[in-house]
Antibody
Framework: EVQLVESGGGLVQPGRSLKLSCLAS????????MNWIRQAPGKGLEWVAS????????YYADTVKGRFTISRDNAKNTLYLQMTSLRSEDTALYYC????????WGPGTMVTVSS | DIVMTQSPFSLAVSEGEMVTINCKSS????????????LAWYQQKPGQSPKLLIY???TRQSGVPDRFIGSGSGTDFTLTISDVQAEDLADYYC?????????FGSGTKLEIK
């Protein structure tokens, strides 16, 4: 069974950093591209970043480019999102999802940026 | 960037009725290489993460009831839910994954009368 479990969320002050993790199981992680998507409270879905299976290709939304870094460790079956210079508008539930078509999603981890 | 225009914003129907949700893309999502449309539909029930319903515009994900039907090609796409059930109460989103940045429709809230 495919499982994705995000962690690392929490309350952080504006301008600070946070690193999210997504632990994958139930499939060969190293064969799949992965993604981060976020959803602000009461709002729709927003794609954040994508990384190919071997980390050769990486893409970011303009809203996070230069501040967020997506990475992965295939030996640990884990996807990461390093978030720096956080803003209040980054407050959201952050999901990881598998492959370009986003076929499986984790339950999400909440990030709240507030002083 | 490809803009996804989704409609309606919300709708309310009785059980057993049929609903149609539309998504229009600002550019074609049809790949000339494999003739597939890179359009997916998701269902998000209250308090849950999104679930893939339809991929390549019209292929149902495994386990999805056959009352969920995806159609369309190019720039115009439709999700039809026939014989709506109370359990279909959810938000529905379209997604284009033809090119980066990936973009979602704004969502449709389905309520059951």
């Amino acid at each position: 069974e495919v499982q994705l479990v995000e962690s690392g969320g929490g309350l952080v002050q504006p301008g600070r950093s946070l690193k999210l993790s997504c632990l994958a199981s139930g499939f060969t992680f190293s064969n799949y591209g992965m993604n981060w998507i976020r959803q602000a409270p009461g709002k729709g879905l927003e794609w954040v970043a994508s990384i190919s299976s071997s980390s050769s290709y990486i893409y970011y939304a303009d809203t996070v480019k230069g501040r967020f870094t997506i990475s992965r460790d295939n030996a640990k079956n884990t996807l990461y999102l390093q978030m720096t210079s956080l803003r209040s508008e980054d407050t959201a539930l952050y999901y990881c999802a598998r492959r370009g078509g986003l076929d499986f999603w984790g339950p999400g981890t909440m990030v709240t940026v507030s002083s | 960037d490809i803009v996804m225009t989704q409609s309606p914003f919300s709708l309310a129907v009785s059980e057993g009725e049929m609903v149609t949700i539309n998504c229009k893309s600002s550019q074609s999502l049809l790949s000339s290489g494999n003739q597939k449309n890179y359009l997916a539909w998701y269902q998000q029930k209250p308090g849950q993460s999104p679930k893939l319903l339809i991929y390549y515009a019209s292929t149902r994900q495994s386990g999805v009831p056959d009352r969920f039907i995806g159609s369309g090609s190019g720039t115009d796409f439709t999700l039809t839910i026939s014989d709506v059930q109370a359990e279909d109460l959810a938000d529905y989103y379209c997604l284009q994954h033809y090119s980066y940045p990936l973009t979602f429709g704004s969502g449709t809230k389905l309520e059951i009368k």
